[in-house]
């Protein structure tokens, strides 16, 4: 199993930046995809963003060209760069890490875009 920490959430007026970091530690198999999802209240769990251990990237189409996602390896860290934020960014942002046999989630971090 996998221990996730994230850390960075908070409040930021619209038009404004938030960095998510997430950190993994445990059994960590070498070949992995670790990302971002969110949940708005009264809304589903969906995909933010994601990346493999390769360094391979999807965005989901609500974010792309203001949300950038990034790793570090060495630190089995993995980062949501955050800008342009909208009130519609709102939700509480999921770390996942996924391989062969897991798939685990972080507690979870709130942000909050006010208009």
């Known amino acids: 199993q996998v221990q996730l920490v994230e850390s960075g959430g908070g409040l930021v007026q619209a038009g404004g930046s938030l960095r998510l970091s997430c950190a993994a530690s445990?059994?960590?198999?070498?070949?992995?995809?670790m990302g971002w999802y969110r949940q708005a209240p009264g809304k589903q769990r969906e995909l933010v963003a994601v990346i493999s251990s390769g360094g391979s990237t999807n965005y989901a189409d609500s974010v792309k060209g203001r949300f950038t996602i990034s790793r570090d390896n060495a630190k089995n860290t993995v980062y949501l760069q955050m800008n342009s934020l909208k009130p519609e960014d709102t939700a509480v942002y999921y770390c996942?890490?996924?391989?062969?046999?897991?798939?685990?989630w972080g507690q979870g971090t709130q942000v909050t875009v006010s208009s």
């Open positions: 996942n890490f996924k391989t062969v046999g897991n798939n685990d």
């Open positions: 445990g059994s960590i198999f070498r070949f992995n995809v």
